[in-house]
């Protein structure tokens, strides 16, 4: 089962279950359990998964977190389980915030009522659990667009250092996005002063500003209008991700086109393995030259969109193996396996080196 299917199949057992889980330990039993299969972590299995481990702090004894999860000698992730609906804030992050801080160089926590998944490490200050998360998870209102980061930390693919700058990312996008949604909702005085005075030649009073904001609200919001009334009309479909385009041939023809495209599928780690490549080959090309094209059997990456520079191709349509085909001067392919995408990164110098071989021939 593809683990986006996994992940959704899970959320289906919480709404399930939620109403039955009354005690901490059914959640547990029947919750985060599950989840911990979900990510690869067999919870049986005392080398893996450690249930109440010891984390005794400040001369207090008796201490322990919920689970803690082991990868060969090291504790990586630890969780503090509560009962569904308990609250999962102050006291409580507290409370993992010790654990946390007494079962150092553990650098991952995970906070849960097996609802909402709370993640936390340690961004602002070394050895310190942020105040706020890098990702909340919740099962009942998923949003989809965090299933690949969830991946991340799966017991197949886990690579503390991926993780740890996907947290990052994830903290500082996060953050954006609600400053984003605050502005959208109500312009702050500084945005609707950016604005203004790039439209307005007078001095920007007090009631001259209140009299901007309902002006730039309603131009986000038909400006948003308008980009989803394009999507929907299919007028931004090719340019949904910068550089990405569906493989089309000369023999198609005009109503063969549409219906192929149609069962072109570009996924999240096409995207993410094409912004892999981009960001290899901009040491030695202009990244705007490296355009992914994608096909029913596999996802192109080409120069200047010429079939006739291939650069790679992504085989990430398998289920369980996904390789990547680099090329030769004679453009010979060679597939190499990838266990993660960041893999990617290992073949760099085949990836640079087509530029040298289409060069000696223009």
């Given at each position: 089962?593809?683990?986006?299917?996994?992940?959704?199949?899970?959320?289906?057992?919480?709404?399930?279950?939620?109403?039955?889980?009354?005690?901490?330990?059914?959640?547990?039993?029947?919750?985060?359990?599950?989840?911990?299969?979900?990510?690869?972590?067999?919870?049986?299995?005392?080398?893996?998964?450690?249930?109440?481990?010891?984390?005794?702090?400040?001369?207090?004894?008796?201490?322990?977190?919920?689970?803690?999860?082991?990868?060969?000698?090291?504790?990586?992730?630890?969780?503090?389980?509560?009962?569904?609906?308990?609250?999962?804030?102050?006291?409580?992050?507290?409370?993992?915030?010790?654990?946390?801080?007494?079962?150092?160089?553990?650098?991952?926590?995970?906070?849960?009522?097996?609802?909402?998944?709370?993640?936390?490490?340690?961004?602002?200050?070394?050895?310190?659990?942020?105040?706020?998360?890098?990702?909340?998870?919740?099962?009942?209102?998923?949003?989809?667009?965090?299933?690949?980061?969830?991946?991340?930390?799966?017991?197949?693919?886990?690579?503390?250092?991926?993780?740890?700058?996907?947290?990052?990312?994830?903290?500082?996008?996060?953050?954006?996005?609600?400053?984003?949604?605050?502005?959208?909702?109500?312009?702050?005085?500084?945005?609707?002063?950016?604005?203004?005075?790039?439209?307005?030649?007078?001095?920007?009073?007090?009631?001259?500003?209140?009299?901007?904001?309902?002006?730039?609200?309603?131009?986000?919001?038909?400006?948003?209008?308008?980009?989803?009334?394009?999507?929907?009309?299919?007028?931004?479909?090719?340019?949904?991700?910068?550089?990405?385009?569906?493989?089309?041939?000369?023999?198609?023809?005009?109503?063969?086109?549409?219906?192929?495209?149609?069962r072109i599928i570009t996924t999240q780690e096409e995207i993410e393995g094409y912004h892999i490549v981009r960001a290899i080959m901009s040491k030695v090309v202009n990244p705007d030259r490296v355009i992914m094209r994608d096909t029913i059997s596999y996802c192109g990456i080409l120069l200047d969109n010429k079939n006739t520079k291939p650069i790679c191709r992504m085989h990430f349509n398998a289920a369980s193996v996904k390789y990547l085909e680099t090329f030769d001067a004679e453009k010979n392919g060679t597939k190499h396996k990838l266990d993660r995408l960041s893999d990617i990164y290992k073949y760099s110098t085949e990836l640079r080196a087509v530029?040298?071989?289409?060069?000696?021939?223009?």
């Amino acid at each position: 089962m593809e683990f986006t299917d996994a992940v959704k199949a899970h959320s289906r057992r919480v709404e399930e279950h939620k109403a039955h889980a009354l005690t901490e330990e059914a959640t547990k039993m029947a919750l985060i359990v599950p989840f911990l299969q979900l990510l690869g972590y067999d919870p049986i299995n005392p080398r893996v998964v450690i249930p109440e481990y010891c984390a005794d702090f400040g001369g207090k004894k008796e201490c322990k977190v919920d689970y803690a999860i082991k990868r060969g000698d090291d504790i990586v992730v630890i969780i503090e389980a509560k009962k569904v609906g308990d609250p999962l804030d102050g006291a409580r992050e507290g409370q993992l915030q010790q654990y946390f801080q007494s079962l150092l160089p553990v650098k991952i926590a995970i906070l849960t009522d097996g609802v909402v998944y709370k993640f936390y490490t340690d961004l602002d200050n070394p050895n310190v659990m942020d105040k706020k998360p890098f990702m909340i998870f919740d099962f009942l209102d998923m949003d989809e667009a965090m299933i690949p980061e969830l991946k991340k930390l799966c017991n197949d693919c886990f690579d503390l250092d991926t993780a740890l700058s996907a947290a990052q990312e994830l903290k500082y996008l996060g953050q954006l996005k609600k400053i984003v949604s605050s502005e959208l909702e109500n312009p702050s005085d500084d945005l609707v002063r950016l604005f203004a005075r790039q439209v307005y030649d007078g001095l920007l009073r007090a009631n001259i500003i209140d009299d901007f904001r309902p002006r730039i609200k309603l131009s986000f919001e038909n400006h948003i209008n308008s980009v989803l009334n394009a999507r929907l009309q299919g007028a931004m479909l090719l340019n949904a991700y910068p550089g990405v385009q569906p493989e089309t041939t000369g023999e198609e023809c005009a109503t063969e086109a549409p219906e192929r495209e149609n069962r072109i599928i570009t996924t999240q780690e096409e995207i993410e393995g094409y912004h892999i490549v981009r960001a290899i080959m901009s040491k030695v090309v202009n990244p705007d030259r490296v355009i992914m094209r994608d096909t029913i059997s596999y996802c192109g990456i080409l120069l200047d969109n010429k079939n006739t520079k291939p650069i790679c191709r992504m085989h990430f349509n398998a289920a369980s193996v996904k390789y990547l085909e680099t090329f030769d001067a004679e453009k010979n392919g060679t597939k190499h396996k990838l266990d993660r995408l960041s893999d990617i990164y290992k073949y760099s110098t085949e990836l640079r080196a087509v530029i040298g071989y289409y060069d000696k021939r223009e």
